[in-house]
T-cell receptor, first 110, second 112 residues
Framework: GQQVMQIPQYQHVQEGEDFTTYCNSSTTLSNIQWYKQRPGGHPVFLIQLVKSGEVKKQKRLTFQFGEAKKNSSLHITATQTTDVGTYFCAGTHRDDKIIFGKGTRLHILP | DARVTQTPRHKVTEMGQEVTMRCQPILGHNTVFWYRQTMMQGLELLAYFRNRAPLDDSGMPKDRFSAEMPDATLATLKIQPSEPRDSAVYFC??????????FGNGTRLTVT
């Protein structure tokens, strides 16, 4: 079946350290989206990657889409307390079904 | 700023009762998704619609859950009868085909 695996489940980092979360799909994706959810909130869209091998940056965040369009990563450079939350990848499959990974909860130690 | 509206925000009910959750998607969006979020399972896809037609509801327990879009401004998710294991946050999200999703604030359901 269509599955999207995401690791790690939790990550604790010191403020200023880097953070990376990885996403892997069992099938080729049409696109991959990334969302951030703050505690008590709802997922908020960050970015969408469509092309094989695509890399996009948003300030300290770098997003990559694998050549086979099955995996993706989000890297945050020099984390800040405002980065706290859960980061989800979501893969869009050919039938337009959007499957979310289980998310990586990022906790920042001051 | 256009938003997806979900009601109620919170619902506490007893086992066996019917629960109806409502969602008003953003005007013009043609896809609507229902997700259930729990600590253990993350965001599970329950059902999704395009142009009000159900495309897939394989994520829902068929015997107790039903999802409908009676018109373009309303999507509903019903549970009958509800069970304690249904306790979760239920999110509705809308978008255009192939585009990002806009989530509502969710309905936090507690079944005792």
């Amino acid at each position: 079946g269509q599955q999207v695996m995401q690791i790690p489940q939790y990550q604790h980092v010191q403020e200023g350290e880097d953070f990376t979360t990885y996403c892997n799909s069992s099938t080729t994706l049409s696109n991959i989206q990334w969302y951030k959810q703050r505690p008590g909130g709802h997922p908020v869209f960050l970015i969408q990657l469509v092309k094989s091998g695509e890399v996009k940056k948003q300030k300290r965040l770098t997003f990559q889409f694998g050549e086979a369009k099955k995996n993706s990563s989000l890297h945050i450079t020099a984390t800040q307390t405002t980065d706290v939350g859960t980061y989800f990848c979501a893969g869009t499959h050919r039938d337009d079904k959007i499957i979310f990974g289980k998310g990586t909860r990022l906790h920042i130690l001051p | 700023d256009a938003r997806v509206t979900q009601t109620p925000r919170h619902k506490v009910t007893e086992m066996g009762q019917e629960v109806t959750m409502r969602c008003q998607p953003i005007l013009g969006h043609n896809t609507v998704f229902w997700y259930r979020q729990t600590m253990m399972q993350g965001l599970e896809l329950l059902a999704y619609f395009r142009n009000r037609a159900p495309l897939d509801d394989s994520g829902m327990p068929k015997d107790r859950f039903s999802a409908e879009m009676p018109d373009a401004t309303l999507a509903t998710l019903k549970i009958q009868p509800s069970e304690p294991r249904d306790s979760a946050v239920y999110f509705c999200a809308s978008g255009y085909q192939g585009s990002p999703l806009h989530f509502g604030n969710g309905t936090r359901l507690t079944v005792t």
